[in-house]
């Protein structure tokens, strides 16, 4: 059950870099890291913690990280989550087809916040 002492979160990683790009505005970007959200939840809507996650929607919580090692990073992360069976969403822009964000499915935050202790909140 989640508690304030380990509360279900939900990791969001978004490229620094795109602020960099031509077509990435504050609202593209934001819209990045909704596509990689709503993409993880639905794919994972039958999950017990994203039930419990959906079922507390005036506390839900996301920590939206920031990259600044670009697509290869991003691939990197997406790589070693899957080495870990962290279940998560790399989010590929269309029609440019670059990986912009990766979204994790709701996870107890003790069990998870190792994974992104190196990188810094989105600013």
């Not at 596509?35 to 419990?52: C, G, M, R, V």
């Not at 600044?68 to 992360?77: M, V």
Request: aromatic share 10%; hydrophobic share 35%.
């Amino acid at each position: 059950m989640a508690t304030s002492i380990n509360p279900i979160v939900q990791y969001i990683l978004l490229r620094r870099d795109l602020k960099k790009m031509k077509n990435y505005n504050d609202g593209a970007i934001i819209a990045q890291a909704c596509h990689a959200s709503t993409a993880i939840l639905y794919k994972t809507i039958n999950d017990d913690i994203t039930k419990s996650y959906f079922n507390d929607l005036d506390r839900m919580h996301k920590i939206i990280l920031g990259i600044d090692g670009g697509e290869t990073e991003l691939n990197e992360i997406s790589n070693m989550l899957k080495e870990n069976s962290i279940e998560h969403y790399l989010w590929n822009e269309q029609p440019e087809n670059i990986a912009t964000a990766i979204a994790i499915k709701p996870y107890y935050k003790k069990d998870v916040e190792h994974f992104f202790s190196k990188y810094k909140l989105y600013r």
